[in-house]
């Protein structure tokens, strides 16, 4: 992977790396340039995070990024490569204030020196000299590139890939519109469909590795459009009071009434996951039944349409999954308007009827008062 190829060398690393990377070599400042070289080394440790998380996630619920460092797990084998051994110097000169010249480097010895580096160049009162980051900025960069290379974040036969929406196949199977989230902009994974095992969920982050696929929620979240127009990959920030994530590109957090309306069940999930002691947590997030309708709990969105949303849901009595459609809030507040429940009585009368491998057959009806 040569600096002479730009295509070939972003194309190697995962969409926010990458972007990070560009970011560094169109900035105008010395400064900036320095600040989005050493934010991709730290994107890169969350994604290898979320890639092999600890077993005890609760450990990183509010931590440094020496904490994340100590989540990687045991260290891989030493590397002897020019360009990690020049970054690791200049880590060591600058976080412990001592150049360390070893003959090979492994990731874990590597990170750490990162985090001595962090408290020393970035934040409040870390401003250097013009020089210092003319400097130091080539060996960020070059190391950055040599250390996604080596495989110190993900295994080098992992594919990142957000998918989409998931289909059910006549004959059984399931296929995802996938995104191939390498390189600067997404790319649709297959045209046809990627095979995908039936678990998968829609609107999630993956790594693949082969036919095995690692779900890297609640790690991550992939935003597409919206305001910023453009597509957004946002980091677990933190979890006390209020759950945040954060966009390394642009500095935006997510969190609060903002985050809520994105992923109305994030919040639940994350005090769940990170096992949050009970004081700490928001009443909202304790009692938070959302994920409930009648005998049915919801496991994750399938598509939504004009009177309201589908979900994959697993019926509680018979322990199968269905897909479950539940009203929009301004169809519900109708619940009692005899045209609407009309309406909505012909559409599952008229699937009733209906025998096709790619219809849904409705297997029951009924609607819940205040739902």
Known sequence: MSSRDPNALYAALPLPVATLLLRSRNAKSAKERHDNAYYALEVSVRLAVAARPPADPGLLARASLGVWVQALGPAESPRRDHD????????????????????????????????????????????????????????????????????????????????????????GGHRARALHLFGLEPVVDDPQGTPVPAHLLP????????????????????????????????????????????????????????????????????????????????????????????????????????MGTVYLARQESLNRLVALKVLKADQADQAEDLTALTRFQREIDLLSHCEHPNVVKVLASGHAHGA
Request: hydrophobic share 40%.
């Open 84 to 171: 990690l051994l020049e970054l690791f110097g200049l880590l060591t000169k600058v976080g412990i204030g001592k150049r360390a010249a070893p003959e090979t480097v492994n990731a874990r010895r590597l990170l750490e020196a990162l985090s001595a580096y962090r408290n020393r160049t970035i934040g409040h009162g870390a401003t250097r000299s013009r020089s210092f980051y003319e400097a130091a900025v080539p060996r960020l960069e070059a190391g950055l590139v040599a250390a996604w290379r080596e495989g110190f974040f993900f295994r080098p036969d992992a594919d990142f890939l957000y998918v989409e929406s998931v289909q059910l196949e006549p004959k």
């Open 203 to 306: 609107e999630r982050l993956y790594l693949r590795r082969g036919d095995s696929w690692h779900d890297l929620h609640p790690w991550l979240l992939y935003v597409e459009g919206g305001d910023k127009e453009r597509e957004t990959i946002y980091f677990f920030n933190g979890l006390g009071k209020r759950a945040e994530f954060l966009d390394y590109a642009s500095g935006d957090l997510l969190r609060g009434s903002e985050l809520t309306k994105l992923r109305p069940d994030l919040l639940a999930e994350l005090y769940a996951y990170f096992s949050t002691p009970a004081e700490e947590a928001p009443e909202t997030a304790q009692a938070d039944s959302s994920d409930r309708f009648g005998d049915f709990t919801l496991v994750g969105k399938l598509g939504h349409g004009g």
